[in-house]
């Protein structure tokens, strides 16, 4: 994997990786396909979109169908039919976010399965065999992510041993056919988040991950913390916040010269009904929408609103059809890659600051009690049908 | 519209049927969009599936989103992005098969919604009216469908009732925008078969439906009543066998004369991941899938197999990911037109008979015992999701 930092405004910046799968323009938005598939979209939706790479969930694809199986079809791009490039993740964060770490000691993290309730250790050493046998592009080696807030000792143990697994982590890897990333740690801590950047920045990896983040701390913590962080990086290698991924943050974090994204966001809330526009989100069954006879957005230039009007999209929804999500996954992924595009043109031309500000001067972001709310409806799901 | 008889084999028969939004070669196979969408599949994907023609369910359209705003959109056709021929059914069926008739009399149908309990009195006139606004391009008159076995005098009843609302139907229809069939009722009793027929095929409709089969009685039955009433019904226009449309089923009616068909069966068994070969229907989520290297069916030219393995779709299934349904939904539909085209060719050089044969010897029908279960799971989610 090559790097190649190409323009800068202020602190924001473009570039371009290089794999042997196809070139990433940055700042770039990975879309998540977490059981080898983002969430109902076929790989021509995908390419359609203009979506440069995606991101699986190592933890997801090991329980099912098995890293094995996939290794013996090729790898996960060949298993799901995407020939562009992928991003896996190390496991870590579904042991936080599902809810299913049994313990973590130096040694790894023994996970619960949501599957069978069956018990695997996962280890740095395992993490990137597995991830070697998905066939990754960009790995991600274990780290040890933790909510917040949270108290002092236990951010300082974050970072101790997400230090000591990229240590491991970089030791075993056996090629260079895939880039290995480093993670920082630290929590909302800035002493902390120091010591960690600089461990990790010490140790040769091809790019720098900011982990940690988007964990229940509120969105201005977020964006210091990622603003502190991201400088402590070394400006000739990728630099990529883990799990964010409104429109809002994402112009916020590029702002602070942060290259990559992921974040199941824009499919998930797609599947509530709930679009991206120019002035927001908005929620598709909404009596407004009934006989709207035009496209939800009408500069969007993506399948749904080249060819379907708001009235149609709203009448997927409230008859619970399945082509629906998809339309709607479509919508609101393209409106998200867009905005990447718009984003690193206007770096280009040294205008990003006013290209920021007359988007987020026309975007009203969906205030705190309707992500509650939204995060509330898809946790009340998870519990139903856990880790879909 | 225009019906062009054109090849012969025995009694099946090949032509072609000219309607002002293209042209449709029978014998035909009509996928089913209940409510403006073929369940799971956008535009595209039906083009690329070699559907010539679709169909919409009235009663459905009607409570949601309501057939003035379809008419407001310019139809069914625009509201849904579909440009091809439409045929869209009285909804005489949905008041039987859904079980919300609440009552009939000499005037029409009155429903209970299946959304919200509210009364719906359908009455021939309006039907023909609903469907007017709706731009179908093949219009079905009320028509009375019981369930069988049934007593002789319902029976009867129902004979009288849909010949005396088919001559209603006629004297309102406004325009020749669009064609108007009849239809056939009589259940298993060939004399009320001759008479319906005879009633029926005196009126000038442009073509024929025979209506109440496939609602209880046995497949050999069906197939028997269906062969004695193809032979009552004018050579020079299009014969309807509606819902039909397994397999089997297809090649006996062809058989027989008939020239189209629709059924829900092949969408709704895939989205269950039943999924034809030319050897019979196979669960996709059977242990023999799990690492099956290839597509379902080698020889199929559909997006699903022609991209994506058996194991690929089996893990979908499995992870219940939505593109699962869509891709099996997509095979099943292509698997059917392939039949169908296979049947135009054959019987075209005269080789119908062999080539049905030939494929039957070889596709093992479902059993009874699984198509009751199928029916059952059906069953049981419409009690869940009433309508859906």
Redesign the interface.
């Known amino acids: 994997m090559i790097f190649k930092l190409e323009a800068t405004d202020g602190r924001a910046r473009t570039g371009s990786i290089h794999t042997t799968k196809g070139t990433i323009d940055t700042p770039v938005f990975m879309p998540v396909g977490t059981?080898?598939?983002v969430?109902?979209?076929?790989?021509k939706d995908l390419t359609a979109l203009n979506a440069q790479i995606i991101l699986g969930n190592t933890y997801h694809l090991y329980l099912?169908?098995g890293v094995e199986?996939i290794k013996?079809?090729g790898g996960l791009g060949k298993?799901?039919?995407w020939d562009g490039p992928i991003l896996t993740d190390s496991g870590g964060f579904q042991g936080f976010s599902l809810g299913r770490l049994m313990k973590t000691d130096q040694d790894g993290i023994e996970f619960k399965s949501h599957l069978d309730g069956s018990s695997h250790l996962f280890t740095p050493e395992k993490v990137i065999d597995y991830q070697e046998s998905l066939g990754s592009d960009i790995v991600m080696p274990l780290d040890w992510c933790v909510e917040l807030p949270n108290d002092l000792d236990t951010l300082k143990m974050a970072v101790k041993r997400t230090t000591s697994w990229a240590e491991r982590s970089l030791n075993v890897k056996s090629n260079d056919q895939y880039a290995l990333f480093g993670i920082v740690q630290g929590g909302t801590e800035k002493t902390l988040r120091e010591l960690s950047a600089k461990q990790i920045t010490k140790l040769d990896f091809d790019g720098y991950s900011i982990g940690g983040l988007s964990v229940g701390e509120t969105k201005s913590k977020m964006y210091d913390i990622a603003s502190f962080t991201a400088q402590l990086l070394p400006e000739n290698k990728p630099r990529y916040l883990m799990g964010v991924g409104s429109p809002e943050d994402l112009f916020e974090s590029v702002a602070v010269g942060i290259d990559m994204f992921d974040c199941v966001l824009p499919t998930r809330v797609a599947r509530n009904g709930s679009l991206f526009t120019s002035n927001g989100r908005i929620n598709i069954v909404g009596k407004r929408f009934?006989?709207m006879?035009r496209p939800i957005e009408a500069e969007c230039d993506c399948?749904t609103c080249m060819?379907?009007?708001a009235?149609?999209l709203?009448?997927?929804f409230?008859?619970?059809?399945?082509?629906g999500?998809?339309?709607a996954s479509i919508h609101n992924l393209r409106f998200i890659t867009n905005l990447m595009t718009n984003m690193r043109n206007s770096i280009q031309i040294g205008e990003f600051k006013d290209y920021k500000k007359r988007f987020l001067n026309e975007y009203r972001p969906t205030n705190e009690s309707i992500r509650i709310d939204q995060k509330q409806k898809w946790l009340d799901i998870k519990n139903e049908?856990f880790g879909?």
Chains 1, 2 share one sequence.
């Open positions: 059981q080898a598939s969430k109902s979209l076929d790989p099912r169908p199986l013996d079809f298993f799901m039919g009934r006989a006879n399948y060819n379907f009007t009235s149609y709203s009448h997927l409230r008859a619970k059809e399945l082509l999500y998809r339309l049908n879909k």
